[in-house]
């Protein structure tokens, strides 16, 4: 008899979920910025950036590291946004190697203006942050590696779309 019980209470919970109540692993939350590499000379064509590797940059510039980067050679890069602030900077190496605590490559600086609204997703997902890029740039040095940057989606919403082009 207890067998019985708890094989209907089994039976009553599992069909009085409701799609809402599971967050889909596929369903995104907050977004991460995307860029792709693109090369100067055809700007159609992407361009892998070799050893590429990216940290945030603090308001002191400090650097501060970004949870799952590593330094790999990609025409790709997906960056967090931070929700309680309304800019950000990166640093973007390339050709990054770290021997005996001593970094290596070519770095240059970009940075974001942006503004930020809080969207409903799902009962059981709650709530995203969703991104508009106000303004994007790459700060000038003695020896830049990235030639032009340029906005294709102001909205950062999806990490399926490229939200920012960088050619070098």
């Known amino acids: 008899m207890i067998h019985k019980y708890i094989f209907i209470t089994i039976i009553f919970f ?9 967050c889909s692993n596929a369903t995104q939350t907050t977004p991460r910025l995307v860029i792709e590499f693109y090369n100067i000379e ?12 990216a940290v945030g940059l603090d308001t002191d510039g400090n650097e501060i590291n970004i949870t799952n980067e590593i330094v790999s050679s990609r025409d ?14 990166f640093k973007l190496y390339k050709n990054y190697d770290l021997i005996d605590g ?7 600086i970009i940075n974001m ?3 930020t609204e809080i969207e409903f997703v799902s009962r059981s997902c709650g709530f995203m ?22 906005i294709s989606s102001y909205e ?12 070098h």
Not at 14 to 22: A, G, N, Q, R, T
Not at 102 to 108: H, K, P, R
Not at 132 to 147: A, K, Q, R, V, Y
Request: aromatic fraction near 8%; proline fraction near 5%.
């Open 14 to 22: 599992l069909i009085s979920c409701e799609p809402d109540d599971i």
């Open 42 to 53: 055809n700007s159609n064509e992407l361009k892998t950036v070799p050893a590429l590797f």
């Open 76 to 89: 790709r890069i997906e960056l967090p946004l931070n929700g309680s602030v309304n800019s950000l900077r």
């Open 102 to 108: 001593v970094t290596s490559g070519n770095f240059d």
């Open 113 to 115: 203006n942006y503004f």
């Open 129 to 150: 942050n969703k991104y508009t890029i106000e303004e994007l740039g790459i700060e000038i040095d003695s020896d830049p590696w990235m030639n032009a940057v340029t």
């Open 156 to 167: 950062v919403k999806n990490e399926n779309i490229t939200h920012v082009q960088i050619f």
